[in-house]
């Protein structure tokens, strides 16, 4: 497998401040870790360096008045009134966050265009799968929703496209099933905390996508605790399943590292051990399905220092088909 790494150092400029939850170094500490494992350079993983997004590409998802917004929030943000969900809280307003948040966003162009220009199989941009973004506002750590702003690019260019997308992250990916909620080339598929617990507080089994998409919508709420076998189970027999009734032609993946048992913020019970089984899974259904066309994001994950590094050090390796070694999924 030809496999991308979309990256540069720059996209750690997403960064609400010390004593946020969404810390940068999951990504950057994941990056060290794989160089450390020899998958990054000559016979590995390639490096694609990402450009920030165009401001039409953010227009596809996003409203000009709330990227206005954004801008300007960036510009001063001592002086921004909080409006359009960055305020105190959960999206801070930050110095330079417009650019930041579309650095992010022209990742996720790059991942496409690298895999649907044939430069690569698989592309990986962990510093995207920001999902909760909505059209008007920022919502649960995401500015702009770069998984969608990816896809919806993908869709123009490439109109004959059926994709895919799926989401293991803890948090149920409200903003990109809302993106494509009504359009039937996009299966938003999406397996979480139940939304009883656990922010958004949407994710239900009775969201199935618009009138013109019925069906296109697959949620999978999940019981707190929940652990390996039962998420091996829900993908075998419902999430597999209607991928494979879909049929799509490109995979996209949300590989958020959020639910595993020691994440600060949730409350599932996913292993090292479990996670690998999950993105090995999600790599067998794009080989079976779309000729190993993938692109993949990171996401949430706030037991930054060591499980997320870890994680998307295993995730990388089940892109590029190689054996994850047992010291990255034995518990410490
Ligand atoms: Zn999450």
Redesign the pocket.
């Known amino acids: 497998m030809r496999v991308s790494l979309v990256y540069r150092d720059e996209l750690a400029a997403y960064d609400f401040g010390p004593a946020h939850p969404l810390r940068p170094e999951r990504f950057t500490g994941a990056v060290a870790l794989m160089r450390q494992h020899g998958l990054i350079g000559e016979g590995a993983m390639a490096v694609v360096e990402p450009q920030p997004a165009a401001e039409e590409d953010l227009l596809r998802v996003h409203d000009a008045t709330y990227i206005a917004a954004v801008h300007e929030a960036g510009r001063d943000p001592r002086a921004f009134v909080p409006g359009h969900g960055i305020g105190p809280g959960d999206n801070p307003a930050f110095a330079g966050m417009h650019e930041a948040a579309a650095l992010v966003c022209g990742a996720a162009v790059s991942a496409f265009q690298e895999v649907l220009e044939d430069r690569c199989d698989r592309a990986l941009s962990l510093a995207g799968g920001l999902?909760?973004a909505h059209r008007d506002r920022a919502a649960?750590f995401c500015i702009y929703n770069d998984p969608a702003v990816g896809i919806a690019w993908a869709l123009e260019r490439y109109p004959d496209l059926r994709i895919a997308s799926i989401d293991i992250?803890?948090?149920h990916a409200d903003g990109v099933q809302e993106a494509f909620w009504d359009e039937p080339r996009v299966l938003t598929a999406s397996i979480?905390e139940s939304g009883r617990y656990l922010?958004p507080g949407t994710g239900f089994a009775d969201e199935r996508g618009g009138p013109h998409a019925q069906g296109s919508a697959l949620n999978i709420p999940l019981e707190p605790y929940t652990g390996d076998a039962e998420y091996r189970n829900a993908f075998d027999s419902t999430i597999a399943l209607a991928v494979r009734t879909f049929r799509p032609n490109l995979i996209v993946t949300q590989n958020?590292a959020?639910?595993l048992a020691d994440d600060p913020?949730?409350s599932l019970g996913l292993t090292l051990s479990g996670y690998r089984d999950l993105v090995t899974r999600l790599a067998a259904l794009s080989d079976e399905l779309t000729g190993g066309r993938m692109v993949a994001f990171g996401?949430?994950?706030?037991a930054w220092r060591e499980a997320v590094p870890r994680a998307w050090t295993i995730l990388a390796m089940s892109l590029m088909e190689c054996a994850v070694p047992n010291e990255l999924t034995a518990e410490r």
């Open positions: 999902h909760h649960g992250d803890a948090h979480h922010f958020g959020d639910a913020l949730t996401g949430g994950g706030y």
